[in-house]
């Protein structure tokens, strides 16, 4: 990461160890060791670098730890380990073991937004606060990605269609689809690259049909049913444009969650945070201003 933080080093990298057979995740940390934590989880198919606007700031203040997911970025790619829902939940609690936080300030965007909303239904007691930036969330996606998505889960557990799927150009497809943020001067090409150059290689295309293998598209109703049960702060923060997520999603879950606040911004699509990073930041500045039910 090519960020700093006014007051700090660069990030601290550190590796921790999410499963019993030794898979590792890849963390960035910035900020004082002993502030308050907030735990930054990127989408698909990024990783840590799509905070690299938000890490600064909130590392005056805070201790920032970005991971990348595991699968993603610098960390492991197993491929004999599970990525359905719950399992990916579970494992966000292994993180934080790791990282020896009982509890924190979670933040998460697309499928980082996913899981953290599972995570803060099932163990309340470890989210002090929460904010979901377009994600699925308890939906599902638009139309034709509903379908683009549904037919690469196919593909992944299919073994009639995988030697197919195997040689289909992940990397080129994902760079055309992140084009306009680089034309637009949002997204770096060497952060870019960092997303999707793995998958160009055998190894990188065989564990994206493994991880999307135990991925499921349909909306996820269980999710819907608690979200009147989030208790912490919550802030829901939506690129109106989002050509992926129906910002109705945004608008469900800023209803059903007792006082979330909901921003909106117009003429936003769905990386947000590259976008429009100072409102961005000052949404999560409020969230995490805001005082929990315990203090």
């Not at 698909?44 to 991971?67: E, F």
């Not at 290689?201 to 598209?217: I, M």
Request: with cysteine.
């Amino acid at each position: 990461m090519s960020t700093q933080s006014a007051g700090t080093d660069r990030p601290r990298t550190r590796s921790v160890m999410v499963d019993d057979d030794g898979a590792h995740v890849a963390c960035w940390e910035a900020g004082p060791p002993d502030a308050e934590p907030v735990l930054l989880l990127h989408g698909y198919p990024a990783d840590h670098h799509c905070w690299r606007h938000q890490i600064p700031p909130l590392s005056r203040r805070y201790r920032v730890i970005a991971p990348d997911l595991l699968g993603w970025g610098e960390s492991d790619r197993p491929l004999h380990l599970s990525f359905d829902y719950d399992t990916e939940v579970a494992r966000l609690g292994r993180l934080l073991d790791a990282l020896g936080l009982d509890s924190v300030n979670l933040v998460g965007h697309d499928y980082g937004g996913f899981l953290s909303l599972g995570f803060a239904e099932t163990h309340p007691g470890r989210v002090r606060r929460l904010a979901v930036l377009n994600s699925r969330a308890h939906a599902t996606f638009t139309r034709p990605w509903y379908a683009v998505f549904s037919l690469i889960s196919l593909a992944g557990r299919a073994p009639a269609l995988r030697p197919a799927a195997m040689h289909l150009p992940y990397a080129a497809i994902h760079r055309r689809t992140l084009a306009p943020l680089v034309r637009a001067g949002h997204l770096d090409t060497g952060i870019l690259e960092g997303y999707v150059d793995w998958m160009d290689t055998p190894e990188g295309r065989r564990w994206l049909l493994h991880y999307f293998g135990d991925y499921r598209t349909p909306p996820r109703p269980e999710l819907r049913r608690r979200l009147q049960e989030i208790s912490c702060p919550t802030a829901v923060i939506w690129g109106r444009a989002d050509r992926y997520l129906r910002p109705a999603i945004a608008t469900e879950l800023a209803g059903a969650i007792p006082d979330a606040e909901l921003t909106m911004l117009d003429g936003t699509g769905h990386w947000v945070m590259d976008e429009r990073p100072a409102e961005v930041t000052a949404a999560l500045s409020r969230l995490l201003s805001r005082a929990t039910p315990n203090g």
